[in-house]
């Protein structure tokens, strides 16, 4: 049963001072406010999977938290984005716009869907039913859902259903998770607290123990003394061209200049006008065009199912990471783990994500992607990554 948003506002709360008060979440969000409503997204099948709450400064935006409304996620904190704006209304005032220039359709309602988790479209629906189905910010439509499919993952531009796909094994544990993590924010001494502005000093309480965190982002060098970070974001700029704006970041972090459509190219993704996604078994390719655009002065590795320790050690050595997860590609230049220690409670581990998508277009490149500070390790299924490692003389 969904959670009610009154429940999971507090929720947030608590997961983001107890972040706060680890100084995983900087300065920038003291006094932040959670807001009390936030955008239901809804898987395909019409279930609800979480809500994006808007963080807000006064009047002015300061983010976005993700929080899980569906048990399957594991616990309730799936993410959270301090610079990027989330404004419900005037998203719809553009759905409906991108939507007419499309064609001529009745609705009635239009609904937040995670077509392709974590990737959102909005859907359009008349008596219940789809008439069209729109990509967030690129405005294109989302191809139906086939009626078959290969035992192979979804292409990068293809809808699915998280809930009817993940593993029942990996469902239920979840479940578990999830409503274990409840009891614990859900402790007696909490219930005090509200939540909902963020401070470091929220958890200034008497059986609160001192909080450990431990945090690394990719900079400049990999000296302790260096902060001065040099990893920048790439949009897509087309709807499946992930994989090519994930090799841009991570080449562009060792100084190597190639643009998406040359990156297309190599990767065997197409041209702007007529692109296509990397596809299933062909994750070589990425290994290959690393190697061969750096005239192997990198050395790149795929690694399938990678566990926690292969994104601790390849950021301890100040070295971006690029990261699959079902459908999609994006790169890791950072992580973070941290333990307040309520009663029974659980660490947090966190990816610094620079993903590509919100997509833009060939014409305006320097647009699109968003960065996620923190996205929770445990709430994400990772299929690949990819390292790359300076060959040495």
Not at 151 to 175: A, Q
């Amino acid at each position: 049963m969904p959670i009610p948003i009154e429940k999971l506002q507090r929720l947030a709360g608590l997961e983001l001072n107890a972040l706060r008060a680890a100084e995983v979440l900087g300065k920038k969000f003291e006094k932040v406010h959670i807001q009390p409503r936030g955008t239901p997204i809804y898987d395909i099948n019409g279930d609800l999977l979480f809500y994006r709450i808007p963080l807000t400064r006064g009047r002015t935006f300061s983010g976005y938290v993700d929080i899980a409304a569906n048990e399957i996620f594991g616990e309730p904190l799936l993410a959270v984005a301090a610079d990027a704006k989330w404004n419900e209304y005037l998203i719809l005032r553009e759905a409906r716009a991108a939507a007419r220039k499309r064609r001529e359709i009745k609705f009635d309602s239009i609904r937040f869907v995670a077509y392709s988790f974590p990737k959102i479209a909005l859907q359009f629906l008349q008596d219940g039913k789809e008439v069209l189905m729109l990509e967030w910010k690129s405005w294109e439509e989302v191809p139906g859902k086939p009626s078959r499919r290969e035992p192979t993952p979804p292409s990068n531009f293809e809808r699915w259903s998280l809930v009817e796909e993940l593993p029942g094994e990996i469902k239920e544990s979840r479940i578990q998770n999830f409503k274990e993590r409840l009891e614990i924010l859900e402790n007696r001494e909490l219930r005090r607290i509200d939540p909902t502005t963020i401070s470091r000093r929220t958890f200034d309480l008497e059986f609160v123990q001192p909080v450990f965190a431990d945090t690394r982002e990719i900079h400049y060098s990999p000296r302790a003394a260096d902060h001065h970070p040099c990893y920048e974001l790439r949009g897509q700029q087309t709807s499946v061209w992930c994989v090519a704006a994930s090799v841009e970041m991570l080449l562009n972090f060792y100084r190597y200049q190639y643009d998406q459509p040359r990156l297309a190219q190599e990767l065997h993704l197409g041209t702007c006008t007529s692109p296509n996604g990397l596809p299933y078994g062909d994750e070589w390719r990425v290994v290959d065009t690393i190697e061969r655009l750096s005239s192997n002065t990198l050395n790149a590795t795929d690694i399938a199912n990678p566990g926690w320790a292969i994104y601790e050690t390849e950021i301890k050595a100040n070295r971006p990471l690029i990261s699959f997860i079902p459908r999609h590609s994006r790169t890791v230049a950072g992580y973070t783990r941290s333990l307040i220690s309520l009663p029974g409670n659980l660490p947090f581990r966190g990816l610094l994500v620079y993903d590509p998508w919100p997509p833009t277009d060939c014409a305006h490149p320097e647009a699109g992607g968003v960065i996620t500070k923190w996205e929770n390790f445990n709430t994400q299924t990772y299929r690949y990554a990819f390292t790359a490692v300076l060959s040495h003389v």
